[in-house]
């Protein structure tokens, strides 16, 4: 299998996916909350043996299962997604107390995970973060503990989670060096959260920490090395936020064929009209080349490629951009009818903004795949100097 074809069985499962996520996830979905977690659909993803498989399969099935999802109901798509970015820290990097105790929940939608990374003044720029991990000289000898202080924000799940993924500065001036990852469970005395109102539907909020006490026993990895932990898990769910947004895209693009086809005007029908027949030729071009950079992102971790972060960033950054696109000339292409509230364009419309800017906004993307341009130039550069110096 090459990154830019699939086998017929996993175009099959993807098939098997679109039904599961209009049969049985979308009426629950409708029964949820807008803004809070939908814990029955959470448990449906579970029963369905969806949610094991986040910890079970590679970077490119984990692409295909929220592509697939995302066609046919983005609330289902994100509850899977924040599930494997909360828990999967402690899939890769936690003990086996941590895994043993947490990742059965997580993976029969019990237990509810959350990545709490972003902070009031520290977003894009996360290896800025501030929340305070001080040492705690009342924790016991021969059992290092710290307290917690601060504030995180924009955290997905949040303050429903039952566990969180916390970054915290355990070294000051240490920037991403002085970073630790721990897991801490929603009940720790001090932590509290509020939820935010945001324009996408799914559940975001604030956490606010005072004196939270975590111990060796809670470190995600080792200790002032959480931000390899949080690079590592993001180098893993972007390529899927691609494919969460090339999700969306594809819904957008089969509604507009259908309406395009149905739809009369000036003595035939819309699609006749070359203006309109080109923008959707141009909103399949577009779709089909972010799909195919998400499959080649996804495989390229797969295959433990020396290029992720680039390919990731690249993957991310150029299929939610594209999703924003297709939704928009969707939308344009429907008229008054995609705006009016339930449409199903008025709803990835406002579920499509959101991607271009979580696990990293469209602009640090671009500064990464810069930075890791220029570090392989660099590289490059050196080698040659190298082989001539040898010959010479």
Not at 277 to 297: C, D, G, P
Request: proline letters at 6%; charged letters at 20%; hydrophobic letters at 45%.
């Amino acid at each position: 299998m090459t990154a830019f074809s699939l086998e017929p069985a996993q175009l099959t499962w993807c098939d098997e996916l679109r039904a599961l996520a209009a049969e049985r996830l979308r009426p629950l979905a409708e029964k949820g909350e807008p803004g809070r977690v939908n814990r029955a659909l959470v448990a449906e993803l579970g029963a369905l043996g969806l949610l094991p498989r986040l910890f079970t399969s590679g970077a490119l099935d984990l692409c295909l299962m929220r592509e697939s999802l995302a066609h046919a109901c983005t609330e289902a798509e994100t509850a899977l997604a924040l599930q494997g970015l909360g828990a999967h820290p402690v899939h890769a990097h936690g003990t086996e107390a941590q895994r043993a105790r947490w990742l059965p929940r997580v993976s029969d939608g019990t237990a509810v995970a959350a990545f709490a990374l972003s902070e009031p003044d520290a977003g894009s720029d996360a290896a800025a973060l501030s929340l305070r991990a001080e040492p705690d000289a009342g924790s016991g000898a021969g059992s290092p503990g710290w307290r917690l202080t601060g504030e995180k924000c924009w955290i997905s799940n949040a303050p429903e989670a039952d566990f969180y993924t916390v970054f915290a500065r355990t070294t000051p001036g240490a920037g991403a060096r002085g970073v630790t990852a721990f897991l801490v469970p929603a009940d720790r005395p001090g932590l509290t959260g509020t939820p935010i109102d945001m324009l996408s539907p799914h559940p975001i909020g604030a956490l606010a920490f005072d004196a939270v006490p975590v111990t060796a026993d809670d470190v995600l990895g080792e200790p002032d090395r959480g931000f390899r932990v949080a690079m590592d898990t993001l180098n893993l769910f972007r390529p899927s936020v691609g494919a969460f947004a090339v999700g969306m895209a594809q819904a957008a693009l089969d509604a507009t064929l259908a309406h395009t086809t149905a739809r009369d005007a000036f003595g035939g029908k819309l699609r006749d009209l070359q203006t309109v027949s080109h923008q959707v030729a141009e909103m399949a071009l577009r779709t089909e080349a972010a799909r195919l950079m998400v499959y080649a992102a996804a495989t390229a971790y797969d295959a433990g490629a020396p290029d992720v972060p680039r390919r990731a960033a690249m993957a991310k950054l150029l299929a939610t951009e594209t999703a924003q696109y297709v939704v928009d000339k969707a939308v344009q292409l429907h008229g008054a009818r995609a705006l009016r509230r339930g449409h199903l364009l008025e709803h990835l419309y406002r579920e499509v903004r959101a991607p271009r800017v979580y696990e990293g906004a469209s602009e640090v993307q671009r500064g990464i795949v810069a930075k890791e341009l220029y570090r392989t130039y660099r590289t490059q550069q050196a080698q040659d100097t190298t082989t001539e110096e040898a010959g010479a």
